[in-house]
């Protein structure tokens, strides 16, 4: 399975921009990036996704790199609420492999 | 609408008996995920179910572990003869139909912390 690598932990002060970083070299030409978020005590939540361009919802953007092996979530303003770990996954047929993520601290 | 719904929420054991846990998926969606998570840990792959296609077994760990899903729907997690190991969240996600393609995402519940005495 394809893998992802992505930082330990990260800290953000309230009211900035995040940008979470997230390697996948061994990515095959069908594989999406998909991003998800878990809270405390809760199951992961889905985040973005997105296959070669770069992709904006409610909740944040997604910034592909040219040749797909890295992307970034973005966060364009960090809130307390964000606080969570992020995941960051590669999904083709079949199955899903989750990393441990990053870990993001939000200061206000 | 209902999201993915799993029973019990919480679920204390003691060693050596069996257990049963159960996912109520989102309606309409084919493909069903097992996950497991250790304290602190990242999701572990267990089990993949795609419509009425062989499951996936590839990331149970024993076989002590097993899954079934019927009717396409319901799914029900059985592990046998508990250990303490065992003890860990067992997370449930659901997606439409993921047929040779990645562009649709999970959907999560919130898991049933297992604990092994």
């Known amino acids: 399975d394809a893998k992802t690598t992505q930082p330990n932990s990260m800290e953000s002060n309230e009211e900035e921009p995040v940008h979470l970083p997230c390697n996948h070299s061994?990515?095959?030409?069908?594989?999406?990036i998909h991003w998800y978020r878990q809270l405390p005590s809760q199951g992961p939540e889905y985040v973005i996704h997105?296959?070669?361009s770069n992709v904006n919802n409610r909740m944040a953007s997604l910034a592909i790199a040219e040749d797909r092996k890295s992307s970034t979530l973005i966060l364009h303003r960090a809130t307390l609420r964000d606080a969570a770990v992020y995941y960051c996954?590669?999904?083709?047929?079949?199955?899903?492999?989750f990393g441990d993520g990053t870990t993001l601290t939000v200061k206000p | 609408g209902a999201g993915v719904s799993q029973s019990p929420s919480n679920k204390v054991t003691e060693k050596g008996k069996d257990v049963e846990l159960r996912c109520d998926p989102i309606?309409?969606?084919?493909?069903l995920y097992w996950y497991r998570q250790s304290l602190g840990q990242g999701l572990e792959f267990l089990i993949y179910?795609?419509?009425?296609?062989?499951?996936?077994k590839s990331g149970l760990p024993s076989d002590r572990f097993s899954a079934e899903r019927t009717g396409g729907s319901v799914s029900t997690l059985t592990i046998q003869r508990t250990q303490q190991e065992d003890s860990a969240v067992y997370l449930c996600?659901?997606?439409?139909?993921?047929?040779?393609?990645?562009?649709?995402?999970?959907?999560f519940g919130d898991g049933t912390r297992l604990s092994i005495l």
């Open positions: 996600a659901s997606s439409i139909s993921n047929r040779g393609q990645g562009n649709q995402p999970q959907h």
């Open positions: 061994t990515i095959s030409g069908t594989d999406y």
């Open positions: 309606s309409g969606h084919t493909a």
């Open positions: 996954i590669l999904r083709g047929a079949g199955k899903s492999t």
């Open positions: 179910f795609q419509g009425n296609s062989a499951p996936d």
């Open positions: 997105g296959l070669t």
